[in-house]
C-alpha cells in the first residue's frame, strides 16, 4: 500500500552536525543571543558568499528594515521594489513610511525588469510622482525561486543614478553570477534561513555588506541599541533582531551541507524539465524560469553576451499556458495534487495586486516584451501573467524515490498518459 504521508513544498533537511553545535551552546551554557556560534556563522557566511562583513540576525525582513534605516530611507522617500516577490521584501519599506514604486518582472528570469526600472527612476527624477522629483533611496530587486536577477544591468542603471542597492538574496543562497554570489552585488544584501529554504536555522536571516562600519551599526541597532556605558543607556531606536547562539549553531551545520542540497535541488529541476520535454511530442508546452544563459529559450541573451548563471533551484517552478496545454491550467495540477496530499503553491501574487500595496505606482514591462506575453488572456504586466499560470513544485532536497513516484504519478493523470 503507498503511503499517502504529505510530500512538502521544502521541508528542512538535516545534514547531522547541527546538533554538535547545538550540543556544545548547551554544554558551554550560550543559551541567550550572541556567543560562539553566531559569531562562527557570520564568519562562515562571509567566507562563502565572498562578502566582507555579515550580520546574522532573526530574519531576513529584519535584515531588509536594518537595510533601510541605515540608508536613512524615512518618511515619503521613495523605494523602487521588485514588484513579483513576497511581501516581506515590501513590508519594511512601509516600516519607515517610506512609498514603495513596484516594478514589473522580465519573462525569462521572472525577476526586476531594467527596462521598467529606467522608466520608474525617470518618473521619480522629473517629478511624475507625489512628493515631487527626486532619486529614490533604495532600489531592491528580488533573486527570485534562486534565480539570478539581470545584476550586471540593474547594478549599471543603479550607479549611473547613484542610488543604492538592497540585493533580496533570501531565497538564492548559493546562485551566482559569473562566480560571484548572489547578495554581495548591492549595497546590502539580504539572506533567510527560514524553515523552507535551502538551509534552515529554523527562523533567521543576515544582511551581507561591504562595508563594516554599517554592518557594526546594524549589530548595534538589532541588540536594541545599548549605548557603550555600565547601565542601560540608549541614544537611538533600537530592535531586538540579532540571532541567537543555539539557532546559528543550526546554521553552521546546515552551511556545510549546502552546496549538496543546491545540487539536489538543481537534479530536481533537471528531472521535471526531463519529464515536461517527454510532453513537448504529445502536444504540451510548459514553460520553466531558465537562467539568463541558456540559449535554447533566453529571449535576451543576444544582448546581454555570455553569463555563466548559476541558480540554486530553491523552488523548480512552472508556468501553464491553457491554450498551449489542452486546457490544463495551473489549477488543475495543483488540485490534483493537493488531492493526492502533495503540496503545491501558486507563484507569489504581485505586490501590486495585494490590497495592502494596490495604491502605490507600478511599472509594467509588458509593453518591451509582448511577444514574451503568448496566452491568448489579456494582461497588464508580466509578473500578472505569470501568477495566473505559475505553479512551484514539491522542491526539497530530501525528496524520496517513492515520493517522487507519488508525484509523477499525479502528473501522468493530469497530462493523460495513464
Not at 514539491?394 to 513516484?405: K, Y
Request: hydrophobic share 40%; proline share 5%; net charge negative.
Amino acid at each position: 500500500m503507498m503511503n499517502n504521508s504529505k510530500i512538502y513544498l521544502s521541508s528542512p533537511h538535516m545534514g547531522g552536525l547541527e546538533q554538535q553545535y547545538i550540543n556544545e551552546a548547551f554544554d558551554t551554557n550560550w543559551i541567550a543571543p550572541l556567543g560562539p556560534n553566531v559569531n562562527g556563522f557570520e564568519q562562515e557566511l562571509q567566507e562563502y558568499t565572498g562578502a566582507p562583513h555579515a550580520a546574522a540576525l532573526s530574519a531576513g525582513t529584519a535584515a531588509i528594515h536594518l537595510a533601510l534605516i541605515l540608508l536613512d530611507v524615512q518618511p515619503g522617500d521613495l523605494v523602487i521594489c521588485q514588484s513579483f516577490t513576497f511581501s516581506a521584501t515590501a513590508n519594511p519599506i512601509r516600516y519607515q513610511g517610506a512609498t514603495p514604486v513596484f516594478v514589473d518582472s522580465e519573462p525569462d528570469t521572472w525577476n526586476m525588469d531594467p527596462g521598467a526600472l529606467e522608466m520608474a527612476i525617470r518618473d521619480c527624477v522629473r517629478g511624475a510622482l507625489p512628493g515631487g522629483p527626486r532619486l529614490p533611496k533604495a532600489i531592491m530587486p528580488v533573486h527570485l525561486y534562486g534565480m539570478p536577477a539581470n545584476m550586471e544591468k540593474i547594478m549599471a542603471i543603479a550607479d549611473s543614478y547613484g542610488i543604492p542597492v538592497v540585493e533580496d538574496a533570501a531565497e538564492a543562497l548559493g546562485s551566482s553570477i559569473n562566480g560571484k554570489k548572489c547578495g554581495t552585488f548591492g549595497k546590502f544584501g539580504i539572506l533567510s534561513f527560514n524553515g523552507n529554504k535551502i538551509i534552515t536555522t529554523s527562523g533567521g536571516g543576515a544582511l551581507l555588506s561591504d562595508d563594516e562600519a554599517l554592518i557594526a551599526k546594524a549589530r548595534f541597532l538589532a541588540t536594541q541599541a545599548r549605548d557603550n556605558a555600565p547601565h542601560y543607556q540608549h541614544s537611538h531606536i533600537g530592535y531586538n533582531y540579532r540571532m541567537s547562539n543555539i539557532v546559528a549553531g543550526i546554521g553552521r551545520g546546515q552551511l556545510q551541507v549546502l552546496d549538496a542540497h543546491m545540487a539536489l535541488r538543481r537534479n530536481n529541476f533537471e528531472r521535471y524539465r526531463e519529464y515536461f520535454r517527454s510532453l513537448e511530442s504529445k502536444g504540451y508546452k510548459v514553460e520553466f524560469q531558465y537562467e539568463q544563459d541558456n540559449a535554447e529559450h533566453s529571449t535576451q541573451n543576444a544582448e546581454r553576451g555570455t553569463q555563466n548563471i548559476i541558480s540554486n533551484r530553491w523552488l523548480t517552478t512552472i508556468t501553464i499556458d491553457p491554450d498551449r496545454n489542452k486546457g490544463i491550467t495551473r489549477e488543475t495540477l495543483r488540485l490534483a495534487m493537493e488531492a493526492a496530499n502533495i503540496e503545491c503553491r501558486p507563484l507569489w501574487k504581485p505586490m501590486h495586486l495585494q490590497p495592502v500595496f494596490e495604491m502605490y505606482p507600478f511599472y509594467s514591462a509588458v509593453g518591451s516584451h509582448l511577444s514574451a506575453i503568448s496566452s491568448k488572456k489579456k494582461f497588464g504586466s508580466v509578473s500578472e501573467l505569470l501568477f495566473d499560470q505559475g505553479l512551484c513544485l514539491p522542491s526539497g532536497s530530501n525528496l524520496t524515490e517513492e515520493e517522487w513516484d507519488r508525484i509523477i504519478g499525479v502528473l501522468d493523470k493530469v497530462f493523460k498518459l495513464r
